[in-house]
Nanobody, 122 residues
C-alpha cells in the first residue's frame, strides 16, 4: 500500500507559476501510475494530468495542456505538477492519487492524498 501527501499549494496571481509535489510513502510507489486531479467548489473531481509508473507516458486534460507538466522521481518517491500561466479558473483543491491501471476514472484510483488548495486571483 502507498500513502500520498500533497504540498505546494497557495495563493498566486493570474499568470504566475506554481509547483505541486506529491510525496509517497511505501516501497512500491514506483509500481503505481499517478494522477493529479482538481476539484473546484460545486464541481466534480477531474483528472488533469497523469504519469505512468515508469514516467514514459503522460496524459493532460485539454484545459491544462501546454501549461502544466507532470513529472516523477521514483528515487525520491515524488511526483510533481509544474503549473505555468495560471488562470483564475485553475482555482481548486488539487489531489494526487495512485492507480495500478491506466485510468481517468476517479473511482479507479486506489489511494488519495488530502489535497492542497490553489487559489489564482485575477
Amino acid at each position: 500500500q502507498v500513502q500520498l501527501e500533497e504540498s505546494g499549494g497557495g495563493l498566486v496571481q493570474a499568470g504566475d507559476s506554481l509547483t505541486l509535489s506529491c510525496a509517497a510513502s511505501g516501497r512500491i510507489f514506483s509500481r503505481y501510475n499517478i494522477g493529479w486531479f482538481h476539484q473546484a467548489p460545486g464541481k466534480e473531481r477531474e483528472l488533469i494530468a497523469r504519469i505512468t509508473w515508469s514516467g514514459d507516458r503522460t496524459y493532460y486534460a485539454d484545459s491544462v495542456k501546454g501549461r502544466f507538466t507532470i513529472a516523477r522521481d521514483n528515487a525520491k518517491n515524488t511526483v510533481y505538477l509544474k503549473m505555468n500561466s495560471l488562470k483564475p479558473e485553475d482555482t481548486a483543491v488539487y489531489y494526487c492519487a495512485a492507480a495500478r491501471t491506466l485510468t481517468v476514472v476517479p473511482g479507479n484510483f486506489d489511494t488519495w492524498g488530502q489535497g492542497t488548495q490553489v487559489t489564482v486571483s485575477s
